[in-house]
């Protein structure tokens, strides 16, 4: 499978949404990657439901929502209804994680389970092939455009080996921090989806940036 690009909204210009939005359409991205971030698992507040519902009314490939907030549980089926495709929550935020992952899927949307940088890989044995995706966070969640944390690579080979000895087809994806260099080293060690936010709509090109990220071979 060729790899995918989910551009982050988070950094694009909100007074003039649905021109990124066009933007995203128009471009070789496969997904919108939309942070919704709750001021309480991550020191930082980003936009909730009327924010996705907006985007959904322009986009025309799928939602990757990827849910930085505690009792993601609560919210499920209001994600699904405004829009999202495909439902991240946090490792580190979910008690009954099993019970989201099946709640997720038994709304119609696609499961996925995030870890922080400082999580260690090995806790997904038992629940990774109950997932569609694996989010490994490259930088600390909360912010776009920090600094891409080195030791991610060795977190996707050890993902992608789990993936293969348990056959699942579970997709990796990475964010934070995302750009030509990283995402080449990701994509060696086994990335499926790459996430770039501050470096695909700080660029004077974005579309032409994408096509960069999607071209590496
Ligand atoms: C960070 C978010 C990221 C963010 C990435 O908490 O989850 O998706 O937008 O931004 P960049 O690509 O600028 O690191
Ligand atoms: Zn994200």
Same mark, same amino acid.
């Given at each position: 499978?060729?790899?995918? *690009?989910? #551009?982050s909204v988070l950094s694009c210009d909100f007074a003039n949404i649905q021109r990124d939005v066009e933007m995203i359409n128009t471009? +070789?991205?496969d997904w919108f990657h939309v942070d919704v971030m709750d001021g309480i698992f991550v020191p930082n507040i980003s936009f909730g439901f009327p924010v *996705? @519902?907006?985007? %959904? %009314?322009h986009a025309t490939k #799928?939602?990757?929502?990827h849910l930085m907030i505690s009792n993601p549980d609560k919210y499920i089926l209001e994600f699904k209804k405004v829009g999202a495709d495909i439902l991240t929550v946090h490792y580190e935020a979910c008690i009954h994680l099993h019970r989201t992952i099946q709640l997720i899927k038994e709304s119609g949307m696609k499961a996925g389970v995030a870890i922080n940088p400082h999580t260690p890989v090995s806790l997904l044995e038992d629940i990774i092939e109950?997932?569609?995706?694996?989010l490994i966070m490259s930088v600390n969640p909360g912010y776009g455009g920090q600094k891409f944390i080195k030791n991610t690579i060795s977190k996707v080979l050890q993902v992608k080996k789990m993936i293969l000895e348990k056959?699942? %087809? +579970?997709? *990796? @994806?990475?964010?934070?921090?995302?750009?030509l260099e990283t995402a080449i080293e990701l994509l060696n060690a086994g990335t499926d $989806?790459? $996430?770039a936010g501050s470096f695909v709509f700080n660029s004077e090109n974005p579309q032409e940036t994408i096509s960069k990220l999607k071209a590496i071979k």
């Open positions: 499978m060729d790899h995918l *690009i989910s #551009p471009s +070789t991205a *996705i @519902e907006a985007i %959904k %009314k #799928p939602l990757d929502v109950d997932l569609d995706l694996v056959n699942t %087809k +579970t997709l *990796i @994806e990475v964010d934070g921090g995302v750009n $989806v790459l $996430v």
